[in-house]
């Protein structure tokens, strides 16, 4: 069984910045990919952010450049980092583990296990 325990969610201002946390229990945190999510209301939740155990990383076209993940495998946890924010990124964000896919270059076949997510919202 895996938990994830996501945080660091709030309210933020068009260009500011937030940086999530999620802290992942269990003996794989250090050979697994971790990836970060996110599901805006009637939207799918979809991968935005992941990184290897080796510290490869992969980001979808719509944060690359203004997100960045990161790992402490030390703390068993897993960051994103959100720079220059817009009103586009308010969604609900959440936190998993998966296999890294080396010929799709980012994280696969995340676990089932999710958790309650954070929260993020952008005002213009």
């Known amino acids: 069984q895996v938990q994830l325990v996501e945080s660091g969610g709030g309210l933020v201002q068009s260009g500011g910045s937030l940086r999530l946390s999620c802290v992942v229990s269990g003996s794989i945190f250090s050979i697994n990919a971790l990836g970060w999510f996110r599901q805006a209301p009637g939207k799918q939740r979809d991968l935005i952010a992941s990184i290897s155990k080796e510290g490869e990383t992969h980001y979808a076209d719509s944060v690359k450049g203004r997100f960045t993940i990161s790992r402490d495998n030390a703390k068993n946890t897993v960051y994103l980092q959100i720079d220059s924010a817009k009103p586009e990124d308010s969604a609900r964000y959440y936190c998993?583990?998966?296999?890294?896919?080396?010929?799709?270059?980012?994280?696969?076949?995340?676990?089932?296990?999710w958790g309650q997510g954070t929260q993020v919202t952008v005002s213009t």
């Open positions: 998993n583990v998966g296999e890294w896919g080396f010929f799709d270059g980012h994280l696969i076949d995340e676990s089932e296990w």
